[in-house]
């Protein structure tokens, strides 16, 4: 069998969920298909959850039925009843929560934004069996089991997997399966999130539980890429990486696949392709345990939007590993996304992506330390580099901090 995981950018309209028909038909065997959220419905449902932290009852109805009317016109243009397709509990959900303003953010996100993939992902399901393709859905709530970690859950791996192999030996389960990315439950029934652009990560969590053959991400370019293409010209296809390369370039910001995508793959050699949606013909990029060639062009990666945060001792009785402790007890209490880290005699750095448990983990880290930090900034990451791409990179650009090592080189940059 194989996983097929498909992101919002390719079920964003009618056209894109005939496409995926399409690339259903053109496999033989046993299919998972991994969906996410249509287009840009996360955001979305983001801007619902905000609302009702407002207390804006009126703002939540007018957002819901904007985002209710996409849905419905995606599924009339594939003629399908979007009564009889939309989760019934979406609504609900939805509704029951406007008047939720003292709600737990982290609790109403989770229930709230879960909603997309139910949606998308019973739309997707009925479209393929009114073409012809017996498709059942699965509700991942029920299937992948995780903590109360709204938001960024942790998957309880043992209870997915007995459930998920109760649930793919059914004697009456069709050859195509549907199922949503991102989202899963607790025992308790609460729905959970595993954090941004987590489908990639269930589509991996699947294919590990099941044994699949590989597992296949469709995206809107040609495969890895060593640039992103809206920033850099001239890009070159990567044909091949190693489970060690891609999660260097996932944790350093790429945003091709997911950063825990890779561990239940490698775990069982199953290999990774990232092929072209519109072009399903092309190989793309394979990431696999043993490469035929090395990767041998620089890689250039982006991450906007950081911060780059620097902790004093105030008493100058600074030591180190007792402060780093301390330190990363508060990044990991508030969640924040490391991306650099950079010590000296009387300080410690670190870049970490701009997010809402910022301010909170900024007031607790100033409670031992004098903290001044920097916001609005970019990392470049630069792997297989030389003397000469540092010079370049460095030319025209105001760079707050720096970090070189054998084959990678790191830049803070002020944006201009």
């Known amino acids: ?105 982290d609790d109403l996100y989770d229930t709230i934004v879960s909603v997309g993939e139910l949606m998308s992902t019973s739309i997707v399901a009925a479209y393929l069996n009114q073409q012809g393709v017996q498709a059942q859905l699965w509700n991942m709530p029920e299937l992948l089991i995780t903590d109360g970690s709204f938001r960024e859950a942790v998957v309880n791996m043992q209870a997915s997997e007995q459930k998920m192999q109760r649930a793919w030996h059914d004697p009456y389960r069709p050859r195509v399966i549907v199922a949503q990315g991102f989202i899963g439950g607790t025992d308790s029934g609460h729905r959970t999130t595993l954090g941004r652009e987590g489908s990639d990560y269930t589509a991996a969590l699947i294919a590990n539980f099941l044994n699949a053959e590989s597992v296949t991400i469709w995206k809107d370019v040609p495969g890895i890429l060593n640039a992103d293409p809206r920033i850099e010209q001239n890009t070159v296809l990567i044909p091949e990486l190693n489970y060690f390369e891609a999660v260097e370039l996932a944790y350093s910001g790429a945003q091709v696949i997911h950063p825990k995508t890779i561990r239940p793959l490698e775990n069982k050699h199953i290999p990774l392709y990232v092929r072209p949606f519109m072009h399903p013909d092309q190989p793309g990029t394979i990431i696999k345990e043993a490469p035929t060639e090395p990767v041998n062009v620089p890689v250039y990666i982006w991450r906007k939007e950081q911060v780059l945060v620097t902790m004093r001792a105030k008493d100058f009785s600074f030591v180190l590993e007792d402060s780093l402790t301390r330190i990363f007890d508060v990044i990991s209490r508030c969640r924040l996304k490391v991306s650099l880290i950079q010590s000296s005699a009387v300080t410690v750095s670190v870049c970490v992506d701009n997010s809402r448990s910022l301010p909170k983990a900024l007031q607790l880290l100033s409670e031992r330390f004098a903290v001044t930090y ?3 900034l970019s990392l470049l990451t630069i792997r297989g580099t030389t003397p000469e791409l540092i010079e370049k990179e460095r030319q025209g650009r105001t760079i707050l901090l720096s970090q070189l090592t054998r084959r990678t080189a790191k830049f803070v940059i002020a944006n201009s």
């Open 1 to 105: 069998m194989k996983v097929y995981k498909f992101g919002g950018a390719s079920v964003k309209d009618a056209e894109g969920v005939k496409n995926l028909l399409s690339i259903v038909r053109q496999t033989t065997g046993d299919l998972v298909v991994v969906v996410s959220a249509m287009g840009k419905t996360t955001n979305a449902l983001e801007r619902i959850v905000d609302t009702i932290g407002q207390g804006d009852k009126q703002g939540v109805d007018r957002l819901w039925k904007e985002l209710l009317a996409y849905h419905e016109q995606i599924a009339a243009d594939l003629g399908v009843k979007v009564k009889d397709v939309v989760a019934d509990d979406a609504l609900g959900a939805v509704m029951a929560h406007r008047n939720a303003k003292d709600a737990g953010y």
């Open 374 to 376: 920097n916001e609005h």
